[in-house]
Nanobody
């Protein structure tokens, strides 16, 4: 059975930083892992994704230059470093796993596996 467990959410001031982590168990390391951001009252959207070999990577325009995704296959852990946070970055962040990042880069919101979500609140 596959489990994705997120941690690292919290309250931060605008301009601040947070690092989220997602640890997968029972998941083959061939899977790409990404993060979906669901702002209050809005549909979720994939923001970054990283494939097994790191070359398969995607960042949404809204987070390019501010967020960095990284991965350790041996630990089956993915980190999302979020810098220069804005109030619009607030919401639930879900870790998700799918075979490739390309679907999410094309706007898909489906995934084979989902975590339970972690809350990020950016406010002064």
């Amino acid at each position: 059975q596959v489990h994705l467990v997120e941690s690292g959410g919290g309250l931060v001031q605008p301009g601040g930083s947070l690092t989220l982590s997602c640890t997968a168990s029972g998941l083959e390391d061939v899977y790409a892992i990404g993060w979906f951001h669901q702002a209050p009252g809005k549909d979720g959207a994939a923001i970054p994704c990283i494939g097994r070999n790191h070359g398969n990577m995607f960042y949404a325009d809204s987070v390019k230059g501010r967020f960095t995704i990284s991965r350790d296959n041996a630990k089956m852990t993915v980190w999302l470093r979020m810098d220069s946070l804005k109030p619009d970055d607030s919401g639930l962040y879900y870790c998700a796993a799918d075979i490739l990042c390309s679907g999410w880069a094309a706007g898909s919101d489906r995934a084979d596996y989902w975590g339970q979500g972690t809350q990020v609140t950016v406010q002064g």
